[in-house]
């Protein structure tokens, strides 16, 4: 081919696009008739704090060290662009990546998809390469299976003017069997039983080559997405013909409605005015077109599931391509065929199958780990068109490009096993994509936030002389999310108080503010190991029903501390405010939800528990003031204990790295603590996390292997993060606790209390045999 076959009139908005290029060090690419895939994976280098247990000459009162130093993470990038400007694309990557033949030398691409032969010659010429070419089937099903096990709301359910119109899924590790419907030109529909085990079990040449080419000749549509759009402005009733225009109605007798369509185009034939097709607007004609086909599709799906006893069916292909007008028709013939037994299900990332599926293959060739798992970067991707207009992001649907970015996480991560219904646990407490109360005050007050996390993260780098410049691009970014999000609350999956914490914590970990927290979490695990030992006496001298007490008021007064909370603020930067002041805030009994006294019974009463699992929230007086003296009781009472926390950092939670050497200094103090953590009766360990909230379906392996192992029958969730915003609902089979200090006042009255009012929840232990669906 000739330079001159390929489209070169574009500007490549290179700094947004092909983001991390130059570290890039393994490529894929998915080439289709209309658009191309690219795959490639990336090392990003970013500044991160490091704690560490060594004093240096002149901080030896510090509890610990902390230092800037670099980390390191891989990141995969997919962007989606028109095949037409493939070679475009190539050149800018043959610029910034290739630095001589000899770099490419022996190198090689996976490609697939149709034009994975159409442009091999391009692809070797353009960079200098190998093209090893993938099966295209092969490589829908491996991208297929990785995102339903890897990406939480992959999967959806669209509702045509419902609320909200999309419901998402969530996460399922138990995805098989299931039928993939994939629709480009044409159909295939395949069965998918395991990851290697599918078969292509039918199929129909009427598919989206049909609609676009039938659209093509009968409107004057120039492009698939304009045909589309006209369709949504249609009124098929004056193109097709009804059962109601054959018998006047309902045709009773064999259960059709009169508006079922009874033919397709039929009143083109029938009517008594000229056959030019000028008297039938483009509109009406595109959609009895879109719905002709659709229909069709979904009757041949449905009966293919029927045969092979298949639940759940995604559709996904170039036909899709999340327009909310196809998913509705595509969801109408599903559930008019299988009345209403089985629902459409679609992906959000569904464009990216075969590039994903391509760049897995690659990887399994050169022997890297699969093993881990892959987490959304929101920062760096593009979100599901509104349903109340046709673009992405406030773009036009002919747009040029839409980008996917996935961050590998360090461990494996596995539901928590002592859920008692984890196929349908859901972690959030209010949807925000249904509420839309809740949405409006919660996107408010993130805008409002947004000044203060600024402040904080320039404070946190007092050296560094760009921090008040990337600080801003943080306010820049975040806001327009924010703006994106109140247009189409649906764009990302589910929204909710999670997500925005988590995409806040992305944006400034991507502008290096991974950590802005540190210096603060160190004074406060400072200050607060200072007290440690006078409140632990102080426990020791109370008789065992008011030491209950003051263990779970000493609970709740350390989860004041809480720097994510804009009211707490205020008061933790007043002079003179301490773990007592804090106390003396709390609601007095009886609190909001208040089951200590059950609490106090089961203690009391039945055998101790096994082994306690403690999520814990905050630094400084939370955990050191409040979480180890719990965990001291537990001890002495005989039960073993397991203190979890993130992973990574999240506003001023404690981490994993931090706790591994307060727990020492904490040994230190209290004998109790130092013989169990010698002994294995205390262990430390991270949850896999790095959000101030708690997501259950997806917790460290380590962990779920260790509370499977020492038998758990007891779970503590502390905190507004992990108590309230998330597993409020959550019911597990074994006793939980949930304490948390509700720190906002919208959200106490919402929940029938006020600022400060105390959430003391004991909830035992449920049989599976009571599973219901939540």
Same mark, same amino acid.
């Given at each position: ?47 991160? *704090? ?53 770099? !490419? ?68 590790h138990n995805i098989f069997p299931y039928l993939l419907v994939n629709i480009g030109s044409g159909v295939s529909l395949i069965k998918v039983e395991s990851e290697n085990k599918y078969e292509r079990i039918g199929g129909t040449s009427t598919g989206g080559g049909t609609f676009w080419g039938l659209g093509s000749l009968l409107t004057k549509a120039k492009s698939f997405d304009e045909l589309v759009e006209l369709a949504e402005q249609g009124d098929h009733r004056s193109v097709d013909m009804l059962v109601k225009d054959i018998y006047g109605g309902a045709y009773a007798t064999i259960g059709l409605p009169g508006d079922i369509i009874a ?107 699969? *093993? ?30 839409? !980008? ?45 936030? +947004? ?52 995409? *806040? ?62 009211? +707490?603020?205020?008061? !933790? ?83 994993? *790295? ?25 262990? +430390? ?38 108590? +309230?915003?998330?597993?409020?609902h959550a019911r597990f089979t074994c006793d939980v606790l949930k304490v948390a200090v509700i720190k906002n006042k919208w959200l106490a009255n919402r929940l029938g209390g006020d600022m400060f009012n105390v959430m003391f929840k004991f909830e035992k232990a449920r049989q599976v045999s009571l599973v219901t669906k939540q």
């Amino acid at each position: 081919m000739t330079a001159k076959s390929y489209a070169r009139s574009i500007e490549l908005p290179t700094e947004t696009l092909f983001r991390n290029l130059k570290n890039a060090k393994q490529f894929a690419i998915d080439i289709g008739g209309s658009l191309a895939k690219l795959a490639y994976c990336s090392t990003i280098q970013r500044r991160t *704090s490091m704690v560490f247990d060594e004093p240096e000459q002149d901080s030896s009162e510090h509890v610990y060290n902390i230092s800037e130093t670099e980390e390191s993470i891989l990141r995969l990038h997919f962007i989606k662009f028109e095949t037409k400007y493939i070679e475009t694309c190539l050149d800018f990557i043959k610029i910034n990546l290739i630095e001589s033949t000899e770099f !490419m030398k022996d190198k090689y691409i996976k490609a697939t998809g149709g034009g994975a032969h159409k442009y091999t010659d391009l692809i070797s010429s353009k960079l200098g390469v190998q093209v090893d070419k993938e099966d295209e089937m092969e490589c829908l099903i491996t991208g297929c299976n990785f995102l339903l096990k890897n990406i939480p709301d992959e999967a959806f359910i669209y509702q045509r003017h419902g609320n909200p119109e999309y419901k998402f899924q969530g996460v399922n590790h138990n995805i098989f069997p299931y039928l993939l419907v994939n629709i480009g030109s044409g159909v295939s529909l395949i069965k998918v039983e395991s990851e290697n085990k599918y078969e292509r079990i039918g199929g129909t040449s009427t598919g989206g080559g049909t609609f676009w080419g039938l659209g093509s000749l009968l409107t004057k549509a120039k492009s698939f997405d304009e045909l589309v759009e006209l369709a949504e402005q249609g009124d098929h009733r004056s193109v097709d013909m009804l059962v109601k225009d054959i018998y006047g109605g309902a045709y009773a007798t064999i259960g059709l409605p009169g508006d079922i369509i009874a033919s397709s185009f039929a009143k083109a034939a029938r009517s008594t005015k000229d056959k030019n097709k000028s008297n039938f607007k483009d509109e009406d004609v595109a959609k009895s077109l879109l719905l002709s086909i659709s229909n069709d599709i979904g009757q041949i799906a449905y009966l293919q599931a029927k045969i092979h006893n298949l639940k759940k069916i995604y559709f996904g292909g170039y036909f899709i391509r999340g327009h909310p007008m196809t998913m509705h028709t595509i969801t109408y013939a599903i559930n008019f065929w299988s009345k209403g037994e089985i629902q459409a299900l679609f992906l959000r990332h569904e464009g990216y199958l075969g590039a994903i599926g391509a760049f897995l293959k690659g990887a399994n060739d050169s022997k890297d780990d699969q *093993s881990f798992v892959w987490g959304e970067h929101f920062a760096g991707s593009s979100g599901l068109a509104s349903p109340k207009c046709s673009g992405f992001l406030g773009k036009t649907r002919s747009s040029t490009f839409d !980008m996917l970015e996935l961050n590998r996480l360090d461990k494996p991560l596995l539901p928590c096993p002592l859920l008692l219904d984890a196929q349908n646990y859901l972690p959030d407490t209010v949807d925000l994509t249904q509420d839309e109360e809740a949405r409006e005050y919660w996107l408010q007050c993130f805008t409002n936030g +947004v000044d203060k996390t600024r402040q904080q993260a320039i404070k946190s780098q007092p050296q560094s002389s760009d921090a008040e410049k990337r600080a801003e691009k943080f306010v820049i970014r975040y806001l327009d999310r924010l703006k994106v999000l109140k247009e189409n609350p649906c764009c990302y999956g589910s929204l909710t108080v999670r997500s925005l914490l988590d995409t *806040s914590s992305q944006y400034l970990s991507e502008l290096h503010f991974t950590d802005p927290y540190s210096q603060q979490k160190q004074f406060e695990n400072e200050q607060a190991v200072k007290l440690l030992s006078s409140h632990l006496r102080e426990l020791e001298k109370l008789e065992w029903p008011d030491r209950q007490l003051e263990l779970a008021q000493g609970i709740l007064a350390g989860n004041m501390f809480d720097w994510g909370a804009k009211e +707490v603020c205020k008061l !933790m930067e007043s002079p003179g405010f301490g773990f007592k002041e804090a106390r003396s805030r709390l609601q007095a009994r009886p609190w909001l939800f208040d089951d200590f006294d059950e609490w106090c019974i089961r203690l009391k009463t039945q055998p101790v528990h096994k082994c306690a699992v403690i999520f814990c929230d905050n630094s400084g007086a939370d955990i050191i003031l409040g979480i180890f003296p719990l965990a001291q009781e537990l001890l002495a009472n005989g039960t073993k204990v397991i203190l979890c926390v993130n992973s990574r950092p999240a506003l001023n939670d404690v981490i994993f *790295s931090e706790l591994l050497i307060l727990v020492k200094k904490v040994a230190a103090i209290s004998s109790e603590i130092n013989s169990a953590l010698n002994e294995g009766r205390l262990q +430390v360990m991270e949850n896999g996390q790095g959000s101030p909230c708690l997501d259950l379906r997806l917790i460290d392996n380590d962990l779920v292997n260790m509370m499977v192992k020492e038998k758990a029958d007891l779970i503590i969730l502390e905190g507004m993060g992990r108590a +309230v915003h998330t597993n409020f609902h959550a019911r597990f089979t074994c006793d939980v606790l949930k304490v948390a200090v509700i720190k906002n006042k919208w959200l106490a009255n919402r929940l029938g209390g006020d600022m400060f009012n105390v959430m003391f929840k004991f909830e035992k232990a449920r049989q599976v045999s009571l599973v219901t669906k939540q």
